[in-house]
C-alpha cells in the first residue's frame, strides 16, 4: 500500500508540472485576447483537477507553479516576476486556497470510499448466501467466503481452476446443461435447484438464480449468482413429509377399522404399518391377560415363527407393564445402559438397542401396550411418538367397540332367548316340559354353555335339586352336590342366590373365591363365568336359574337385565302351570257361556231383527237396534201384504239377555201363527185386522205369560197404502211418532190397552190414523225416552219429538241415525242402559204397476232359457213405452246370472227346487223379483273377482251390478229369500 501511495504522489506532480504547462502553453499566445480572470480560472480548474486525483500536495505544486505562470505570462509586466504586485499574491493565495481545500476534500472523499469499498467486499464475502460469477465457459471467476466456507474449497483452489458441474452432483448435470445456456442467451435463470458436492463429499441443496454481465455488444461476459443453502428447508420439506406419512398411516389404519373386521386382523394389519412407517425391526400388541401378571404378545412382525399369539412376559420387570403402569409413552435410548425394565424382545432372545412403546386404552382399563423396536441405534421424534399413541388410540377405539358389540350380540342373544322363552310360555302346558325348553332355548338361542334350572327342597339339607338342564354338563350337576343352607356348598352363587333372593355373578370362575369347591370341575369343562337368578312365587324363592358361559365377564348390565326378566317370566310361568287346571276349568266354563251368548245374539239377529223391506212401493222403512246386553229383550217385525200394506211389530220384553230374547221369539212365533191362521179363515183371503191378530195371538200365549211372571209390550200397525191409513194396536206400548207432511205437525199417538200378559181374555182395540204422502211414522222403545244423563235427567219424549220434528226430511235411514246421535249425546255413552229400538217408515206416492206377471222355473241350468225368455217377452209388452232393447238385453242378463247364482250356491246345484220370478212395470223403472228357499245370501261378504286370475266363475255379482241400476236382497213375507233387480226405464238419475 505505501509504493502505491509514492507512485500516485509522483503521477500527481508530474500531473501537476505538464497541466500547468499545457494550460500556459494553450493561454499565452492569447494574452492580448484574454483576460486575466479567464487566465486564473483555467489555472484553477488544472489545481482543482490535480487536488480532486492526487490529493492537496501535487495541487500545491501546481497552485505554485500557476501563479508563477500567471505571473510571467499574462500580468503586466509580462515575462517579469513582479512578486511586489498585489495582484500575484491575491492570485497566489487564491491558488493555494483551492489547492488545500479540494485536496482536504479529495482525501477524505477517497477515505470513505476505500471504507465502503471494504464494506461491500465484507458483505459480498460474508453474506448470509453464496455468491459467485462464471465466465462463459462456466468456470469460477468470483466466489465470496460463505460459499466457499459451505463447499468446504480454500479461493486458490476454485477461482480460475473449477468449473460449477464439478461441484454438481450426477442428478444435477442435467438440469446445469439445460439452464446455463438459457441463462447466457437469456440474461437470467430464477429459482433452479442443485445438489452440490462439499469437498468431503456430503451433499448440499442450493436454490440458485443468476443474471448474465454482457459487454457493450451484448457478448456474455460472466454471471452474477446468489446461492441460497437449502439444507434446513430439506430438512423441514422430509419432517413435513414424514408426519403426513405417518398421519395417513394413522388415518388409513382408521378407516381399516371402521370397516369392522376382526379384531386379529386389525391387530395384524397395525403391527405390519407402524413397523414399516417407523423402520423398526420389531412391532407388537401386547394383551393384558386376565389378572394383569402377565402380557402376551397377540400381534406382532420381525418375530420368530411360533411366538406371535403363544409367547407370554411377566408384567413385572417388562416394558410393557412399566408402560401401562406409567400410563405414558416409554422411549428406550440404548437397552444397554436401561435400567427400569427389560424391552420385550430382549425377554424374548431378540437382539434390540432401541424402543418406544405406548398403553392401548379402554374405557375400562388398559388392554395392554404397542411397541416398536430397533436393531440400531435411533432417537424417536415427537411426531413418531404421537403417532404411534395415535394408532394405539385406533386400535383401543376398536377394541371397544369390538366389546361393545360382543356385548350387543349377547344381549341381542339374550333378548332372542327372553322373547323366543316367552312364546314358549305362552305356549307351555306341562312344567317340567317348560323348565326343559327354557334351559334348551338359553343355550342354543343366547349361546351359553350350560343353563340348569335348580328347585329348594326343605329337607335337612336344603338340597337344590336340578329338575331341568341343557348344554355341556359330563355330569358337572351331578356332583356339584349344591345346597342353600349357609356351609360351604351354600355359599356358592346358586345357594345364596335363593338363600338371599339376589342375583349372583361370578365374572370369573378361575379366581373367584366362593367356586372353590367346585373350580377344578367347572374349569375341565369350559366354563368362566356364570350367573344365577332366583325364581320367586309371591316374592319368595322357591329355585334358581343358573347359567354358565365359556367366556370371562360375560354378563353386561344389559344382558342381567334381559336374563332377570326371563327369570322373573319363568317363575310367573311356573305358577301359573300349577294353576293352569282350574284356570282352564273356569275358562272353559266362560267359553261356554260365550257361546251361548254368542248363538243367542246370532238367533236374534235373525230371527228376532230381520231386514227391513225395501221391495214395497211407496215405503222407505229403516231400523235400528241396540242392545244394552249383547241379547236384547227388544225385536221388530215386518209382513209385507200384496195388496200394498205392510204390517209392523215393535215390541219390548220384559227383562234382558237370553231369557227375552227367547221370550221375544216367542212372541213372534205365535204371531205369525195367528196372521197365518187368520189368513187362512178369512173368506177370499182378506186380511184379518190388526186387533184380531193382537187377540188371537195373545190368548195363545196369555197365560204362559202370566205363569213366566213376565209381560210384553208391543204396537202391531198396518200401513195400508190403498186405504191411506195407519191401523195401530198400542198394547202398552210407548206408542208411535206421527209428522204430518202438509203441516209440519209433529205427534205422539198412544193406544190404550194393556201390555201382553197382563190379564187373560184381553180384547185389542186399534185406533186408525189417516196419512198422505211424505208422512213420516216412528215406532221406538223405552229406551230412548228413559235413556239417562249423568245427573239422572231423562231424554223424554219432548227431546224425541223435538229431534224428529228436526230431522223429518231426511231419508229413515238418516232419520234413526239423527235420533241414536242425539241420545248418545245427551247420555254422553255409545252403551246404553236399557235396549235401544226404533223403526222409521216414510210414506211416498202409491204406485200402481203398469203390468206385473209372474212365473215359476226350476233349479236346473236349462231352465235359464226360460227366465231369459220370460224377461224379454215382459220388457216387450209393457202398454205405452216398452223397455229400450239394450236395457231389455242388460235386465236379461242380470236375471240370468241371479237365477245361475241361486241354482249354483243357494240350492248348491240341486235340480228339483223352484225358483219363483216376479215382473213389475212402473212409469220409471221395471223390477224383477228372484224368489227362492235356498241359503240366504249376503253381499257385503263377497269379494270383488281378481280380473287377472280369469277364474271359470266368481263374475256373477259383478255383472248382475253393472247390468242393473240397484239389486237387493232380502226375506220375502212367505220367509223366503228375495233377489229384486231394478232398472230404471231411461238414463235419467242413473
Known amino acids: 500500500m505505501p509504493i502505491d501511495i509514492r507512485q500516485a504522489r509522483g503521477a500527481g506532480y508530474w500531473a501537476a508540472i505538464l497541466g500547468i504547462a499545457a494550460a500556459t502553453t494553450a493561454l499565452a499566445p492569447l494574452h492580448g485576447t484574454l483576460n486575466n480572470t479567464t487566465v486564473a480560472l483555467a489555472y484553477l480548474l488544472v489545481v482543482l483537477f490535480v487536488a480532486a486525483v492526487w490529493g492537496s500536495r501535487p495541487a500545491m505544486a501546481a497552485s505554485v507553479l500557476g501563479v508563477l505562470c500567471f505571473n510571467f505570462f499574462f500580468l503586466p509586466p509580462i515575462y517579469s516576476f513582479t512578486i511586489e504586485d498585489s495582484q500575484n499574491w491575491v492570485a497566489l493565495t487564491a491558488f493555494l486556497v483551492t489547492a488545500l481545500t479540494a485536496g482536504h476534500l479529495s482525501d477524505r472523499i477517497r477515505r470513505r470510499a476505500a471504507v465502503t469499498a471494504e464494506e461491500i467486499r465484507d458483505l459480498y464475502n460474508h453474506a448470509p448466501c453464496g455468491y459467485h460469477s462464471l465466465d462463459k465457459n462456466g468456470v469460477f471467476v468470483r466466489i465470496n467466503d460463505t460459499e466457499l466456507e459451505w463447499l468446504g474449497y480454500a479461493r486458490e483452489e476454485v477461482i480460475g481452476k473449477l468449473k460449477f458441474p464439478d461441484l454438481l452432483a450426477p442428478g444435477s448435470l442435467g438440469a446445469f446443461e439445460h439452464e446455463f445456456p438459457q441463462l447466457k442467451t437469456g440474461g437470467a435463470v430464477r429459482d433452479i435447484q442443485f445438489d452440490l458436492v462439499r469437498k468431503d463429499g456430503a451433499v448440499l441443496p442450493v436454490l440458485l438464480s443468476a443474471t448474465a454481465i454482457t459487454d457493450s455488444d451484448g457478448n456474455y461476459v460472466m454471471s452474477r449468482s446468489v446461492v441460497y443453502d437449502m439444507s434446513e428447508r430439506k430438512r423441514a420439506e422430509d419432517q413435513v413429509r414424514r408426519l403426513a406419512l405417518l398421519q395417513s398411516e394413522t388415518a388409513g389404519l382408521g378407516q381399516a377399522a371402521l370397516r369392522g373386521p376382526p379384531l386379529q386382523e386389525l391387530l395384524n394389519t397395525a403391527v405390519t404399518r407402524v413397523a414399516l412407517a417407523l423402520g423398526v425391526d420389531y412391532c407388537n400388541v401386547a394383551e393384558l391377560l386376565p389378572g394383569g401378571d402377565e402380557f402376551l404378545l397377540r400381534a406382532g412382525v420381525g418375530w420368530k415363527d411360533g411366538v406371535v399369539g403363544r409367547a407370554t412376559v411377566k408384567s413385572s420387570g417388562s416394558q410393557a407393564g412399566y408402560t401401562v403402569l406409567s400410563e405414558h409413552p416409554v422411549i428406550v435410548e440404548d437397552a444397554a445402559t436401561e435400567a427400569r425394565f427389560v424391552p420385550m424382545p430382549r425377554q424374548l432372545g431378540e437382539d434390540v438397542v432401541s424402543a418406544i412403546s405406548v398403553v392401548i386404552s379402554t374405557v375400562e382399563g388398559p388392554y395392554g ?5 430397533s436393531r440400531q441405534r435411533r432417537t424417536f421424534t415427537q411426531d413418531e411418538v404421537n403417532f404411534l399413541q395415535a394408532v394405539a388410540n385406533v386400535l383401543g377405539m376398536a377394541i371397544e367397540r ?9 344381549a341381542n342373544r339374550a333378548h332372542r332367548a327372553l322373547s323366543t322363552s316367552n312364546q314358549a310360555l305362552v305356549r307351555a302346558a306341562e312344567e317340567s316340559t317348560l323348565l326343559r325348553q327354557i334351559c334348551r332355548i338359553i343355550v342354543d338361542q343366547a349361546g351359553y354353555r350350560l343353563c340348569w334350572v335348580g328347585y329348594a327342597e326343605q329337607d335337612a339339607a336344603r338340597t337344590v335339586r336340578p329338575v331341568a338342564q341343557a348344554g355341556f354338563d359330563e355330569g358337572y350337576l351331578e356332583l356339584a352336590n349344591i345346597s342353600w343352607a ?3 356348598r351354600g355359599r356358592g352363587p346358586t345357594g345364596t342366590c335363593i338363600r338371599t333372593c339376589q342375583t349372583q355373578i361370578t365374572k370369573n370362575i378361575a379366581a373367584d373365591p366362593r367356586l372353590a369347591p367346585w373350580r377344578a370341575e367347572a374349569l375341565r369343562r369350559g366354563y368362566a363365568s356364570s350367573i344365577a337368578i332366583p325364581l320367586t312365587a309371591e316374592g319368595k324363592p322357591f329355585g334358581a336359574l343358573t347359567i354358565y358361559s365359556a367366556e370371562s365377564n360375560a354378563f353386561g348390565d344389559e344382558e342381567v337385565g334381559l336374563l332377570t326378566e326371563l327369570a322373573g317370566d319363568l317363575g310367573y310361568g ?6 293352569q287346571v282350574e284356570r282352564k276349568r273356569a275358562e272353559a266354563e266362560e267359553a261356554a257361556r260365550e257361546r251361548e251368548v254368542a248363538i243367542g245374539f246370532k238367533i236374534q239377529r235373525m230371527l228376532l231383527l230381520p231386514e227391513p223391506p225395501r221391495d214395497v212401493p211407496g215405503l222407505r222403512v229403516a231400523a235400528l237396534s241396540i242392545p244394552s246386553h249383547r241379547i236384547a229383550g227388544d225385536f221388530y217385525e215386518f209382513f209385507t201384504h200384496q195388496d200394498q200394506s205392510l204390517d209392523v211389530i215393535v215390541a219390548d220384553v220384559m227383562g234382558k239377555g237370553i231369557p227375552a230374547a227367547l221370550l221375544g221369539a216367542a212372541t213372534k212365533s205365535h204371531f205369525m201363527e195367528a196372521l197365518c191362521h187368520l189368513m187362512a179363515l178369512s173368506p177370499a183371503g182378506a186380511l184379518p185386522e190388526p186387533r184380531e191378530v193382537v187377540t188371537l195371538a195373545h190368548a195363545d200365549m196369555g197365560e204362559h205369560l202370566i205363569e213366566l211372571e213376565s209381560f210384553v209390550t208391543l204396537c202391531y200397525a198396518r200401513v195400508d197404502l190403498i186405504r191411506r191409513r195407519l191401523d195401530l194396536v198400542d198394547c202398552g206400548h210407548t206408542g208411535v211418532v206421527h209428522v204430518r207432511n202438509g203441516t209440519g205437525l209433529c205427534e205422539l199417538v198412544h193406544g190404550d190397552n194393556l201390555p201382553l200378559g197382563i190379564r187373560e181374555g184381553e180384547i185389542y182395540d186399534q185406533i186408525t190414523i189417516p196419512f198422505e204422502a211424505g208422512d213420516v211414522f216412528l215406532f221406538f222403545s223405552d229406551g230412548i225416552t228413559e235413556a239417562s244423563n ?32 242425539a241420545v248418545v249425546g245427551f247420555t254422553g255413552s255409545d252403551q246404553p242402559d236399557d235396549d235401544l229400538t226404533c223403526v222409521a217408515i216414510e210414506v211416498g ?10 212365473m215359476e222355473i226350476r233349479s236346473d241350468l236349462q231352465d235359464l232359457g226360460l227366465a231369459r225368455e220370460f224377461v224379454r217377452s215382459f220388457c216387450c209388452a209393457i202398454p205405452g213405452s216398452p223397455l229400450d232393447q239394450d236395457r231389455a238385453a242388460e235386465l236379461e242378463l242380470a236375471v240370468n246370472e241371479a237365477a245361475s247364482n241361486v241354482m249354483k250356491h243357494a240350492y248348491h246345484g240341486r235340480t228339483d227346487q223352484r225358483i219363483h220370478l216376479e215382473a213389475e212395470a ?29 277364474p271359470e266363475s266368481g263374475f256373477g255379482l259383478y255383472l248382475i251390478t253393472r247390468s242393473v241400476d240397484e239389486v237387493r236382497y232380502y226375506r220375502d213375507e212367505r220367509g223366503g229369500n228375495c233377489i229384486a233387480l231394478i232398472k230404471r226405464r231411461s238414463s235419467q238419475g242413473a
Not at 369390538?402 to 349377547?410: K, Q, S, V, W
Not at 311356573?574 to 294353576?579: E, F, G, P, Y
Not at 235427567?793 to 238418516?814: H, I, Q, S, W, Y
Not at 206416492?845 to 209372474?854: G, K, T
Open 790 to 821: 249423568d245427573t239422572g235427567e231423562l231424554f223424554g219424549a219432548d227431546r224425541l219429538l223435538g229431534c224428529v220434528r228436526t230431522n223429518a226430511k231426511l231419508a229413515p235411514e238418516a232419520l234413526i241415525g239423527a235420533i241414536r246421535a
Open 369 to 373: 401396550a404397542l411397541g416398536a423396536h
Open 922 to 950: 212402473f212409469p220409471d223403472q221395471v223390477t224383477v223379483r228372484l224368489h227362492h228357499l235356498g241359503d240366504s245370501f249376503d253381499p257385503a261378504a263377497a269379494a270383488p273377482p281378481a280380473i287377472e286370475a280369469l
Open 486 to 488: 349357609d356351609s360351604e
Open 845 to 854: 206416492e202409491r204406485q200402481r204397476p203398469l203390468m206385473r206377471q209372474e
Open 402 to 410: 369390538r366389546r361393545d358389540e360382543e356385548r350387543l350380540a349377547r
Open 574 to 579: 311356573i305358577v301359573s302351570l300349577r294353576t
